[in-house]
């Protein structure tokens, strides 16, 4: 299935820029970073469950907000996009 | 439906903070702001293809990127919060 993860952190500190590097570091094993704090992971319930535990333990709980959606299984007709696409990660795959 | 609209603009400009200030206005017609560029909004299709076309009108499509994804109508389960919830729109409705 495909789960969106919305990250909101303050990057005008140096801890809340290296927290955003670990959590994209991580959401990177499962998917692909499309915007600066939003990624899309393909994942089984397994693996989600595994993710939300180790983002958790990456994240500071009383300042930052890490939001997971859920858009199933048949999610190619889900998502549209408008404006540029930027490359954050020239390894990773095409944005849909 | 649910829409999730995640947008990517760069805030360290001023027209980028007055573009993301526009954006948010407009998606708060429909819905709740639930983290600084990430917006839950309730849609019908007619709206839907309203808002792409009067968010498509105050983005920089050369500079930003703006992402629509449709958890359609039964998206409470398919929505999950780690961290602390901001509250960025004092009048909005509570966060899910």
Known sequence: ML?????????????GRRR??????KCLDYGQRVQNSVFECILDT?????????LEELIDTEKDSLRFYNLG???KTKVEHLGIKHSY???GPLIL
Chains 1, 2 share one sequence.
């Not at 909101?8 to 140096?14: G, K």
């Not at 693996?47 to 939300?52: A, G």
């Open 3 to 15: 789960i969106l993860i919305t990250y909101d952190v303050s990057t005008s500190s140096a801890e």
């Open 20 to 25: 955003l590097t670990r959590v994209s570091k």
């Open 46 to 54: 397994t693996q989600f469950r595994r993710l939300k535990y180790e």
């Open 73 to 75: 299984d048949k999610y």
């Open 89 to 91: 990660d020239m390894e």
